[in-house]
């Protein structure tokens, strides 16, 4: 049973740094596109950046220069650096992997339970 556990969520003041980490865990041959969403308080769920499988990558525009995501296949594990944090990156975040592949085939679509990060003075 795959598994994704994520971590590195907190509270932090605005102009700092967080690194979030989503490790996958469970009988997995390879994993397809990963990504980071967030949900605030009163509003939808939205993506904030995603990477594919050869490390090609894409951010939600307001993340642009401030978020780095990466991954390391070796691990299972997909990271986001976050610096230069604002009130308004006040989230949950949820890891996401769209594709992968088990020793039962093809799954898409699992999702972490989220982790809180809270930017605030």
């Known amino acids: 049973q795959v598994q994704l556990v994520e971590s590195g969520g907190g509270l932090v003041q605005p102009g700092g740094s967080l690194r979030l980490s989503c490790a996958a865990s469970g009988p997995i041959f390879s994993i397809g596109p990963m990504g980071w969403y967030r949900q605030a308080p009163g509003k939808q769920r939205e993506l904030v950046a995603a990477i594919t499988s050869d490390g090609s990558t894409n951010y939600v525009h307001s993340a642009k220069g401030r978020f780095t995501i990466s991954r390391d296949n070796a691990k299972n594990t997909v990271y986001l650096q976050m610096n230069s944090l604002k009130p308004e990156d006040t989230a949950v975040y949820y890891c996401?992997?769209?594709?992968?592949?088990?020793?039962?085939?093809?799954?898409?679509?699992?999702w972490g339970k989220g982790t809180l990060v809270t930017v605030s003075s």
């Open positions: 996401n992997v769209a594709s992968l592949v088990t020793p039962r085939g093809h799954g898409t679509d699992y």
